[in-house]
């Protein structure tokens, strides 16, 4: 279980964030909140409940004087898990290599 802080300052962050941050960089930067605690408010503001109707691709979030694109929030996470993925094994990828299969040559050569 993640240690999120309880206290009644830390809570009115959590459920009001946008009366006391104003871009997703000021989540990130915020020293009084946790990792779990900024993905929180970083997913909230993500949420199509936000989206603005005519434009997806931005939030507007209540308590905000400005939309929030999208695109920032979502760079924001992005960096918040780039932060914390030094236990995480290694990515998979890169191109497919095919195993040659000894007896192919053989087909191929009428054996």
Same mark, same amino acid.
């Given at each position: 279980?993640? +240690?999120? +802080?309880?206290?009644?300052? +830390?809570?009115?962050?959590?459920? *009001?964030?946008?009366? *006391? ?21 970083? !997913?909230?503001?993500? !949420?199509?409940?936000? @989206? ?13 004087? *400005? ?16 932060? +914390? ?23 191929? *050569?009428? @054996?």
């Amino acid at each position: 279980m993640t +240690n999120v +802080n309880t206290n009644s300052d +830390n809570l009115n962050l959590l459920f *009001h964030p946008a009366a *006391h941050y104003g871009s997703p960089a000021d989540v990130l930067n915020a020293e009084e909140l946790s990792a779990p605690e900024k993905r929180i408010i970083l !997913s909230s503001w993500a !949420s199509d409940m936000y @989206a603005v109707e005519s434009c997806p691709a931005l939030r507007e979030v209540p308590g905000m004087s *400005h939309t929030v694109r999208l695109a920032d929030i979502l760079a924001a996470l992005r960096r918040l898990d780039s932060d +914390n993925d030094d236990d995480d094994p290694p990515r998979g990828g890169g191109v497919p290599m095919r195993l040659r299969r000894p007896w192919a040559a053989a087909e191929r *050569h009428g @054996a």
